[in-house]
């Protein structure tokens, strides 16, 4: 199952993901891994990065990796960029438009999306 979680900076998505992914855990020959795709670039990011290990299960595998998906269950969590003001600037902009894209193309392979 795949499944797209997107929402706003600091909304709960990847609190979501991890409700969702419990019973997917608890399934007989079933087991969640974790693909951690951030990377620190300063101390309130490695503070983030820091909070979202201590929260997550014990029993969860981990792959911590900038890039990189494999064919699997996926709970993907992306920040919500378009919504709002269209930015000012040509650079922020193009983030907006190129993560809705993004969003767009992975919605057409997602068998939920919250």
């Given amino acids: ?33 974790y693909l951690a795709t951030a990377t620190t670039g300063d101390r309130e990011k490695v503070g983030r990065i820091g909070r979202h290990r201590a929260e997550r299960p014990a029993g969860w595998s981990l792959i911590e990796k900038p890039l990189g998906l494999a064919p699997c269950d996926l709970n993907l969590v992306c920040n919500e960029a378009g919504p709002g003001i269209v930015p000012a600037d040509p650079l922020r902009r193009r983030f907006r438009d190129h993560a809705g894209w993004t969003h767009q193309s992975l919605a057409e392979v997602r068998d939920h999306d919250y």
């Fill in 1 to 33: 199952m795949k499944q797209l979680l997107l929402g706003g900076a600091r909304s709960g998505k990847s609190q979501l993901a991890a409700q969702l992914a419990d019973p997917m855990q608890r399934s007989p020959g079933r087991r969640v891994t």
